[in-house]
């Protein structure tokens, strides 16, 4: 038996009705923050290897989801934190001077824009946005009080209306091709507006 009582057979049915809820949501969750696929499957089972380990902790509902959400959320950092180490190690081991350039994938405004935030922005506003998690969901997930959500959520809001008004400001004076246009001054004499 469970230290929260029942028998196995209960506590096998209470994480399958959890998995079952939660299961699609996590994934998706996963894949949209994760390296690769693999990655993502790899912190899918992981996360619900915890949940049945601390299957006595998970809150009753509303609040297991979100838990559920909370669990996903550190073992995607552990496994960012642990690429991340290879990566170093793997720098190493090559011995090598120069990075290899990489290129910038081209997406759409809002994920240039999400990119150029700081992950703790990117990190609420996709779980508010994509995830659909409301104030005290996101408060269990990140481990912080509604109120502090509220704060932050609005913060990170500005920043990534800033964030796309600048990619538009950057993306016009790109296409731009009279000096007038990119130093925001009139055309001076002889010169003429080729667009």
């Known amino acids: 038996m469970s230290a929260g009582g029942g ?8 994480f399958r009705l959890l998995y079952d809820a939660a299961y699609p949501r996590i994934m998706a969750y996963a ?26 902790d998970v809150p009753e509902e509303p609040r297991s989801i979100p838990w ?12 960012y934190r642990g690429l991340d180490r290879l990566a170093r190690l793997t720098k190493r081991v090559e011995a090598t001077s120069a990075p290899e350039p990489q290129t910038d994938p081209d997406f759409d405004q809002v994920h240039r824009a999400l990119q150029a935030l700081r992950p703790g922005d990117r990190e609420i506003l996709t779980l508010h946005a994509w995830e659909e998690l409301d104030n005290d969901e996101i408060g269990v997930v990140m481990g912080i009080t509604r109120s502090a959500v509220a704060v932050r959520l609005h913060r990170a809001k ?33 010169e003429v507006d080729r667009q």
């Open 7 to 14: 028998s196995h057979a209960d506590r096998v049915e209470r």
């Open 31 to 56: 894949l949209r923050r994760a390296r690769s696929r693999e990655d993502a499957l790899d912190a899918v089972s992981d996360t619900f290897m915890a949940v049945w380990r601390r299957l006595d």
């Open 68 to 79: 559920v959400y909370g669990v996903a959320h550190r073992v995607l950092a552990n496994q």
């Open 158 to 190: 500005k920043r990534l209306a800033w964030a796309m008004d600048a990619d538009t400001r950057v993306k016009s004076t790109k296409r731009s091709r009279t000096p007038g246009v990119v130093y925001g001054t009139q055309p001076g004499p002889g």
